[in-house]
């Protein structure tokens, strides 16, 4: 079929108009994808900027250059400024697939770097203020940071200065809560940014911001905490009088360690004033006649101890309690009083002789590997070796104690991160241990945990609380391994099964000897005793039968305490398992389908190996910390761990 003329003169504009038409809309598509090129190229790169520069304005945060810090900060803000800018065009592609969501997490990052930076500006105003009080110039501290003017160490401040920087800490207690909250917020949404953002550059630009707030939240919660203790400990307004407990881990006992060694420490204005060390023998013997207390029966009955004296005074796991029983024992005995309670192990000062070196004192050279046995082995009997009295057999440990402290005066401001941090780790993991009997900073150490308080905020509970009783210094040799387990019988009653395997690699030595412990377990209040195995009457040298022995339940702390004794000698096993019938309240959870529970770490304790075998006769929905993935999709929750700390666990039916 053929056209006429006047039909092709009719319809040519038209085709000629859709030709112009669709050119047009090319060329306009074409230059919004450009735009939209060069505008995420833009964004992108401001980004970098932006993250690099609050990079760098921790890095001179860390270095106490706040002032520099502070015009990082202003550099990230003008950058995170600069890629808002391009925002409104990546918008325009919010209905493209992947694409647009990609996009939207870009203005989500933007928007959350403009909260980091409001965030952190007080931080380091805050900063600011302290260096200044301390006196040191911006131009010194740049050249102490590169090496060319000696840096400067806590010593070198004056006591006035000192002063003047830890109160304007103290002061700050609030405003740091409230950045606290503010950087927390940030942390949260990078976090759910992470979750939900396309694998892309998106995570490239977020992931080492989100790693940056996270440090500094975590050390923002640290320092906040630790203003609140400040005009208690370091006797800011009124000299603060503390009571140090030298807490032997190798012999563990219910409140952190032996109690071989106390000290009495006084500071005033952020200044140590006196700090002496005293074997506790020295203070017991002399009151041995007046001291009137009753030891507590299992250390009457596998110890041989009547009389209730200072050194064994932390039988409580709960640090709070020990340390009121020990203020008032130790002045009864002939002590001072004291407002505060520091408890520490070896463990502790191992961390801290990596960051100050090896110390050498009395002709021992004390190293992180070895201060726990070398310090042992003086006190036993090199003292002797070296001709002198018993009386003085400790003084190498007010010696290590003196240099110790004058060593960590002496570190470079570069090394005090490391203090914080290792001082973090040991109060987390009750290596150090605090108590004031000032009301409300005694609730600012409990609620920080720091306090080794046996507190649970859980219907179940578990605590497995050992006393070395008279093996000497055997604990690192005895490794444990804890096991819990739960479930429903053939009978429809709800059991549970603690186990303890003790397994003792050591040998017969001058510190080793067979392990002899008296065991607690906590459970909660309403938890009744089925049966134990793996009890003894006493060790094998004093019970050849292997007879069974008692087991003692007590209502403490709320909760009820299952204790009895076991042992094991070098080279072999033992495992100690309670049997026991749920309490209702935790029943009731179980049914209700939300069950949670904590485990509490003894003070002292090593980091030991604990499993988690929960059976709950229906599935597991969700669970905190979460199973692997092959125990999904379950009737049970598995975990294996190690308890290194406090432990709670949540889960869903």
Do not use: C
């Not at 409230?178 to 992931?207: C, H, K, N, W, Y």
């Not at 906040?224 to 140090?244: H, I, N, Q």
């Not at 060694?261 to 004033?273: A, E, H, M």
């Not at 049966?531 to 007590?554: F, H, I, M, R, Y």
Request: no cysteine; hydrophobic share 40%.
């Amino acid at each position: 079929m053929s056209h006429s003329e006047k039909y092709l003169e009719r319809h040519h504009p038209r085709t000629h108009t859709a030709r112009i038409i669709l050119v047009v809309t090319v060329t306009i598509v074409v230059l919004w994808v450009v735009a939209v090129m060069v505008s995420a190229t833009q964004v992108f790169a401001h980004m970098l900027d932006a993250r690099d520069a609050l990079i760098q304005a921790k890095e001179e945060a860390t270095a106490f250059s706040f002032t520099s810090a502070s015009s990082s900060l202003e550099r990230a803000e003008e950058a995170f400024a600069a890629s808002e800018r391009f925002l409104p065009v990546l918008s325009s592609v919010s209905w493209v697939p992947v694409v647009g969501h990609t996009m939207a997490s870009v203005s989500d990052v933007v928007r959350s770097g403009h909260d980091l930076v409001e965030a952190l500006q007080p931080f380091f105003d805050l900063g600011e203020d302290v260096v200044q009080l301390s006196g040191l110039s911006d131009a010194y501290l740049a050249q102490m940071n590169e090496g060319l003017v000696p840096t400067v160490t806590f010593g070198d401040l004056s006591t006035q200065t000192k002063r003047a920087m830890l109160t304007r800490l103290s002061a700050s207690a609030e405003d740091l809560d409230l950045l606290f909250a503010r950087l927390d917020l940030v942390s949260q949404e990078l976090t759910i940014l992470a979750q939900e953002s396309p694998i892309g550059p998106v995570l490239t630009l977020m992931d080492p911001l989100r790693v940056q707030v996270n440090e500094l939240t975590a050390e923002l919660d640290f320092l906040r905490s630790l203003v609140r203790l400040l005009p208690t400990f370091a006797g800011l307004e009124d000299e603060a009088t503390s009571l140090l407990l030298f807490l032997n881990n190798n012999e563990l006992r219910p409140g952190g360690g032996f109690m071989g060694t106390y000290g009495v420490l006084k500071t005033s204005g952020g200044d140590i004033t006196e700090l002496e060390t005293t074997d506790v023998y020295a203070l017991d013997d002399a009151a041995s006649d007046t001291v009137t207390r009753t030891a507590p029966s299992p250390l009457q009955r596998y110890n041989e101890t009547t009389k209730w004296f200072f050194r064994d005074s932390n039988w409580s796991p709960d640090f709070a309690v020990s340390s009121m029983t020990a203020s008032a024992m130790f002045l009864e005995e002939g002590g001072v009083p004291v407002e505060n309670v520091i408890g520490f192990t070896p463990t502790f000062a191992a961390d801290l002789l990596a960051i100050t070196g090896p110390i050498t004192v009395g002709g021992q050279t004390f190293t992180p590997e070895n201060v726990a046995d070398a310090l042992e082995y003086q006190v036993e009997y090199g003292y002797a070796e070296s001709g002198k009295p018993v009386a003085q057999r400790k003084e190498i440990l007010a010696d290590l104690v003196n240099e110790m402290k004058a060593r960590l005066y002496a570190l470079p401001s570069a090394s005090w991160q490391k203090v914080f941090d290792v001082t973090q780790k040991a109060l987390d993991e009750k290596q150090l241990l605090l108590f004031s009997s000032v009301g409300e900073v005694e609730n600012v150490i409990t609620r920080l945990g720091w306090g080794g308080s046996v507190d649970s905020t859980t219907v179940d509970a578990l605590m497995i609380v050992d006393a070395n009783l008279a093996s000497l210094k055997s604990d690192p040799a005895v490794k444990r391994e804890v096991t819990y387990t739960l479930e429903k019988d053939s009978s429809d009653q709800w059991i549970g099964r603690v186990s303890i395997h003790y397994i003792h690699t050591g040998d017969f030595d001058w510190k080793t000897t067979r392990y002899r412990t008296y065991t607690r377990v906590y459970l909660p209040v309403g938890t009744e005793l089925i049966d134990v195995e793996g009890s003894w009457l006493n060790d094998k040298t004093q019970n050849p039968t292997g007879a069974k022995g008692p087991v003692d339940v007590e209502q403490e702390l709320g909760l009820t305490s299952f204790g009895t004794f076991t042992s094991v000698e070098p080279g072999e096993e033992n495992t100690l398992t309670f049997t026991v019938a749920l309490s209702p309240q935790v029943i009731e959870t179980i049914h209700n389908g939300d069950y949670a529970l904590s485990v509490l770490k003894q003070a002292g304790a090593q980091n030991n190996a604990l499993t988690l075998d929960l059976n709950f006769d229906k599935n597991v929905t969700h669970a905190t910390p979460s199973e692997d993935e092959g125990e999904w999709g379950d009737a049970a929750y598995r975990l294996n761990t190690i308890l290194d700390q406090d432990l709670q666990i949540g889960i869903r039916l």
